[in-house]
Nanobody, 126 residues
Framework: VQLQASGGGSVQAGASLRLSCAAS????????VAWFRQAPGKEREFVGA????????????SVKGRFTISRDNSRDGAKSTVYLQMTSLKPEDTANYYC????????????????WGQGTQVTVSS
């Protein structure tokens, strides 16, 4: 599985952004996909994850009600995409955001995800 994250940018507090994680691989629907973020000087933090077929999502309390995760699993082997819709952004959301994938069940620890995309930077100014 190859992942490519995009959609970051610099915005004012209260704005919205949608991050995308494009995935290649015919069996992408077999993978749980998560979003993590890492601010300078801090450890990588779990943001949320979506189940293999998109029927279930989980988000950390700090983003609940503001962020949503969705996915579009391609049926024909073309690229599939997982989205992180972020609204009401706050300066504390500033970080480099990563998407990651794993087979099996839902997990919240970065070390449990073997597949990673490159980060996309989100900067929120007050």
């Amino acid at each position: 599985v190859q992942l490519q994250a995009s959609g970051g940018g610099s915005v004012q507090a209260g704005a919205s952004l949608r991050l995308s994680c494009a995935a290649s691989g015919r069996f992408f629907s077999s993978y749980v996909v998560a979003w993590f973020r890492q601010a300078p000087g801090k450890e990588r933090e779990f943001v949320g994850a979506i189940s293999r077929l998109g029927g279930g999502t989980g988000l950390v309390d700090s983003v609940k009600g503001r962020f949503t995760i969705s996915r579009d699993n391609s049926r024909d082997g073309a690229k599939s995409t997982v989205y992180l819709q972020m609204t009401s952004l706050k300066p504390e959301d500033t970080a480099n955001y990563y998407c990651a994938a794993r087979g099996g069940s839902y997990a919240i620890t970065a070390s449990e995800y073997p597949y990673w995309g490159q980060g996309t930077q989100v900067t929120v100014s007050s």
